[in-house]
T-cell receptor, first 112, second 115 residues
Framework: SQKIEQNSEALNIQEGKTATLTCNYT??????LQWYRQDPGRGPVFLLL?????KEKRKERLKVTFDTTLKQSLFHITASQPADSATYLC???????????FGTGTKLQVIP | DGGITQSPKYLFRKEGQNVTLSCEQN?????MYWYRQDPGQGLRLIYY???????QKGDIAEGYSVSREKKESFPLTVTSAQKNPTAFYLC??????????????FGPGTRLTVL
């Protein structure tokens, strides 16, 4: 069956370090992969999209990689700040309609 | 000020009652979506609509209904047939359903509690 896995345990890191979050998937052939940020009680906010033929995408302190062989995406936040504390969701787009399927998210806590 | 709005933010209903959640967008987006989020779970797609007067079932459509009579509006009705309706409901829109234009803009959500 199709599955998207994100680390369900919270990730705690020290301010200034690089946070790395993982999104693994099985039985998908996604054309695109997205990352969103969600704060408690609010709707997710889009961060980055990466295509299947792109290895890496950057935006300011954010970097996303997409390895279709490993069926994995890594999401990095460099020089992390307490304001980066949130839940981060990955989402896959596949199928004729480009149906979006979300992972369960990983909660990141940046400690001052 | 463009965006997507949902109302109300909190909604309480008695078991057995139908309830309609509002979703409006002024982004001129063609595609709109409804998701449900339960604690510890990801967003699950209920219904989506690529254009006016057309909508498709998502993964968990049973017990829900929608309409798309206007481009800017996509209301969701939670019917009494939905066995476990208490959840956080999120509406989203995107320019279109296609890949590169599928960046989804989410509303603030409606937290529905059925007593």
């Amino acid at each position: 069956s199709q599955k998207i896995e994100q680390n369900s345990e919270a990730l705690n890191i020290q301010e200034g370090k690089t946070a790395t979050l993982t999104c693994n998937y099985t039985n998908y052939s996604p054309a695109y992969l997205q990352w969103y940020r969600q704060d408690p009680g609010r709707g997710p906010v889009f961060l980055l999209l990466i295509r299947e033929n792109e290895k890496e995408k950057r935006k300011e302190r954010l970097k996303v990689t997409f390895d279709t062989t490993l069926k994995q995406s890594l999401f990095h936040i460099t020089a992390s700040q307490p304001a980066d504390s949130a839940t981060y969701l990955c989402a896959l787009l596949s199928g004729g309609y480009q149906k979006v399927t979300f992972g369960t998210g990983t909660k990141l806590q940046v400690i001052p | 000020d463009g965006g997507i709005t949902q109302s109300p933010k909190y909604l309480f209903r008695k078991e057995g009652q139908n309830v309609t959640l509002s979703c409006e967008q002024n982004l001129n987006h063609d595609a709109m979506y409804w998701y449900r989020q339960d604690p510890g779970q990801g967003l699950r797609l209920i219904y989506y609509s690529q254009i006016v007067n057309d909508f498709q079932k998502g993964d968990i459509a049973e017990g829900y209904s929608v309409s798309r009579e206007k481009k800017e509006s996509f209301p969701l009705t939670v019917t009494s047939a939905q066995k476990n309706p208490t959840a956080f409901y999120l509406c989203a829109s995107s320019i279109s359903g296609g890949g590169l234009y599928n960046e989804q803009f989410f509303g603030p959500g409606t937290r529905l509690t059925v007593l």
